[in-house]
Nanobody, 120 residues
Framework: QVQLVESGGGLVQAGGSLRLSCAAS????????MGWYRQAPDKQRELVAA???????SYDDSVKGRFTSSRDNAKHTVYLQMSSLKPEDTAVYYC??????????????WGQGTQVTVSS
């Protein structure tokens, strides 16, 4: 099927930046929408960004103006550029992907997650 491998997480100070990458392999032609979720230990997993195959993006209000998602279809990779990071952004970040034809709420594939920690 599809495998998603994330990288780029780490520790940054408040106000800093990180760039997350998610490389897809396998049946990559089947991927349409991709998204970024995050989950803090005491919170539910939340969708923070989504990007369609043509590059159209949407963002949760909590990250608008600070996070930017992009994708390189030739490299089968999606990115999340995070700037002006806040301690509240601390979470495990997951990338996810939907099969073409899946217009529901659920994503079909998930990465392993990468920890982002923002210190005050």
């Amino acid at each position: 099927q599809v495998q998603l491998v994330e990288s780029g997480g780490g520790l940054v100070q408040a106000g800093g930046s990180l760039r997350l990458s998610c490389a897809a392999s396998g049946s990559v032609f089947s991927i349409n929408v991709m998204g970024w979720y995050r989950q803090a230990p005491d919170k539910q997993r939340e969708l923070v960004a989504a990007i369609s195959s043509d590059g159209s993006t949407s963002y949760d209000d909590s990250v608008k103006g600070r996070f930017t998602s992009s994708r390189d279809n030739a490299k089968h990779t999606v990115y999340l550029q995070m700037s002006s990071l806040k301690p509240e952004d601390t979470a495990v970040y997951y990338c996810a992907a939907k099969n073409r034809g899946n217009w529901g709420l659920e994503f079909d594939y998930w990465g392993q997650g990468t920890q982002v920690t923002v210190s005050s």
